[in-house]
């Protein structure tokens, strides 16, 4: 039985959705692989949300359009700030624990942020917490069903969307899903990049997907790069939360020296894109391929009180973070770009919705405030819901066209190294064009379907929006850096636009 609604991707933004969905009709959520298995897990640093006293939501506004360098939607920004408090509260009613002090809840600071705004869950594992109580309050619901290691690999058109094509690992086969309405919430695109903090899913699938289909695609060539990720030989890219710093946590290079002072007025908590360059700049210039994060001056017991989870997994490397600095370089991180949507997540296409990472409101702009994404994802998931409700009623479309397959030629590591290499931290426009020129001759080849396949196609395509819309977009701003055009410039304080059929433009 198909359902009414569609909901591709288990992490916050999708559970949410499939919340509000529920009392509307019956909504199939479907996870690429377990339903634990998303950007949102990750995420440690914790949610931002002007609760204080001693904060507003105007102040949390002004600080994410400053970190957006000029690109931010004010609108987006406004929804995002003023909903918040309220999607907090509403979290803590369906069972989130976030970290207390003597009762009150207690907030934390981050880098570029102006107040102690950032709520934590068990110390560092505040993505879990909230994904874990999302899915426990959705599972409680009727009309809401789950299906785990289903990777959505096309969209079924008829009119608009019509359902989506789902791969069935255990059948080894796809099968269509045909659905009133389809909520693509499939996170990330860092796995596009040799060295990401991300989880193996994040391939980019959902803006690749969209953009196969006919959606637009905006502001794709702004992707954060995480400037402290562990840089340990045979170690994932594991992400060291932004908390380290804000607790006093020290960069340093290799010789020792404080380096930050040298790059920025707030030093470690200077804006992600700023501290990443600064890492890059300063790994060059000392020919090293890595700085330290210096811990070693804060209590023992307090970082294992406050980050568990990093001080166990560093432990687990050989890394004592209170004896030992602990060896990091940037890391692909965020997608401020994606799916364009308007505030209740509408694609540009009937019927096709996108919320959290893999859609592009415009309320990160050129560069996302840090913690401000698991925010994202409970606010616009909640709303691209509600909106969805408008579909039920109208006729369910059982029918509709998929794409064929065709495998690209070429790996998934020849795809990552390539956007690693040409549209990393520092771009210019030589680069950008190699990476096209790469990337752009492909010959898809007939070849039996398979999962690494349909992720290798994914990244290909991806990895040349990325490149094209950088080497479109001809000045510095955010995380979108170019050595050949070093500033900003007033004619591009627009979003980047573009399309299947259509040429890349800025509106």
């Known amino acids: 039985m198909d359902p009414d609604f569609l909901v591709i991707g288990a992490g916050v933004a999708g559970m949410r959705a499939a919340i509000e969905l529920a009392e509307a009709g019956t ?26 006293d001693d904060d507003k939501v105007e102040l949390h506004e002004q ?10 939607d004010r609108a987006a920004v406004r929804t995002l700030v003023e909903e918040g408090p309220l999607a907090i509260q509403q979290l803590i009613d369906w069972g989130a624990e976030f970290d207390r002090d003597a009762g009150q809840l207690a907030f934390t600071r981050e880098a570029a942020h102006s107040r102690n705004r950032i709520l934590h869950a068990h110390g560092d594992s505040t993505g879990r917490e909230i994904a874990t109580t999302l899915a426990r309050h959705a599972a409680s619901l009727t009309n809401v069903t789950f299906r785990s290691y289903a990777a959505t690999t096309g969209l079924l058109l008829d009119d608009g969307v019509s359902g989506a094509v789902l791969y069935d690992a255990g059948a080894g086969r796809n099968i269509p899903v045909y659905a009133r309405a389809v909520l693509l919430a499939t996170g990330g695109l860092g796995r596009v990049f040799l060295n990401t ?18 959606a637009e695609i905006s502001d794709v060539e702004f992707v954060q790069f995480h400037p402290t990720a562990l840089y340990v030989e045979g170690a994932p890219r594991f992400l060291l939360s932004e908390a380290l710093r804000g607790e006093g946590g020290i960069l340093r290079n290799m010789a020792g020296e404080r380096f930050m002072d040298r790059y920025h007025s707030l030093q470690e908590l200077a804006p992600r894109d700023v501290v990443a360059r600064a890492i890059v ?20 017991g307090f970082l294992r009180r406050r980050f568990p989870r990093i001080f166990d997994t560093c432990l687990h490397y050989g890394i004592d973070i209170s004896c030992d600095p602990v060896p990091v370089r940037p890391a692909a991180h965020y997608a401020m770009g994606g799916i364009r949507t308007d505030l209740e997540g509408r694609a540009s296409l009937a019927r096709l919705f996108a919320a959290g990472e893999v859609a592009a409101t415009g309320v990160h702009g050129a560069n996302r405030l ?18 969805m409700r408008e579909w039920v009623g109208r006729p369910h479309a059982r029918r509709g066209a ?4 065709a495998a690209p030629a070429g790996s998934a590591l020849e795809f990552r190294r390539i956007a690693w290499d040409q549209c990393g931290i520092v771009r210019c426009g030589d680069g950008l064009r190699r990476a096209i020129q790469l990337l752009e001759p492909d010959t898809p080849r007939p070849a039996e379907f398979t999962l690494e396949r349909a992720e290798a196609r994914n990244i290909r395509e991806v990895a040349l929006l990325i490149a094209r819309c950088g080497l479109a977009r001809e000045e510095s701003r955010g995380a979108h850096f170019r050595t050949d055009f070093p500033v900003k410039r007033a004619e591009f304080e627009k979003h980047s636009l573009i399309g299947k059929d259509a040429e890349i433009h800025f509106v």
């Open 27 to 52: 909504v199939l959520v479907v996870a690429k692989e377990s339903l634990r298995e998303s950007s949102s897990e990750y995420a440690q640093g914790g949610i931002a949300v002007a609760l204080s």
């Open 63 to 72: 600080d994410t359009l400053y970190a957006g360098d000029g690109l931010c």
């Open 197 to 214: 903090t991300n989880p193996d899913v994040a391939t980019g699938d959902g803006v690749a997907m969209a953009y196969r289909a006919g």
């Open 281 to 300: 700049t300063e790994m060059a210039r000392t020919g090293t391929s890595h700085v330290l994060l210096d811990l070693t001056h804060l209590d023992s």
């Open 370 to 387: 840090a913690s401000n994404s698991l925010l994202e994802g409970v606010v616009f998931g909640a709303r691209a819901g509600r909106a």
């Open 402 to 405: 998929g794409e064929p397959f």
